[in-house]
């Protein structure tokens, strides 16, 4: 196990690292601690494309790897709606769609692995971790700057710009559930033959 510990892998649990610090930060009250929240998100979104390329990119694509990214991937979104829900920026039910998803598409994948094939992530997957990335990103920069009303045009663009009460966040918030429903079912569609065999064993 050691050894599989390699650059790709120590970068996966760094992202687990900023998920803890996430989850503490959200969990105090203040405006440096929602900096810090958005801080450690935006950091474990980036490691989230870093790890994968540095891994295919350096040949160093291990089973640690492969069990331990889209483990810590789950974590952190799960994490991220969770606490939106809880400040009223998500409504429950979306969130506990997504993450139904998540549950949905590893219970899938890990009866796939069993009868020997990988079912990779589609393009329909990809997108909806991007929408669902810039929908907490922009919903956690409105928790900072909400109480902001200082006269700097940049900072007050940007308050514009993610305020939930325009368009222009919960469109990303919709596209990403949009997205989420489209990749499980792809999931759940390709499993079928699967989930019929697994019923006759």
Known sequence: ??????????????????????VVAASITGNAAAWVTLAAFVVAATTDWLDGYLARKL????????????????????AAFVHLTMENLCPMWVTILIIGREFLVTGLRQIAVERGVVMAADRW???????????VIAALLWICLEAHTGPNAIVQGLRWLVDPAHHITPATLWIAL?????SGWNYLRGSLEFLVDSKKS
């Open 1 to 22: 196990m050691v050894a599989s510990v390699n650059l790709p892998n120590s970068i996966t649990l760094a992202r687990l690292f900023l998920t803890m610090v996430y």
């Open 59 to 78: 040949n160093l694509v291990t089973a640690l790897g492969k069990l331990l990214d889209p483990l810590v991937d789950k974590i952190l979104v799960c």
């Open 125 to 135: 997957g990809k997108l909806k971790t991007i929408f669902q990335m810039i929908f």
């Open 178 to 182: 949009f997205l989420t429903c489209l």
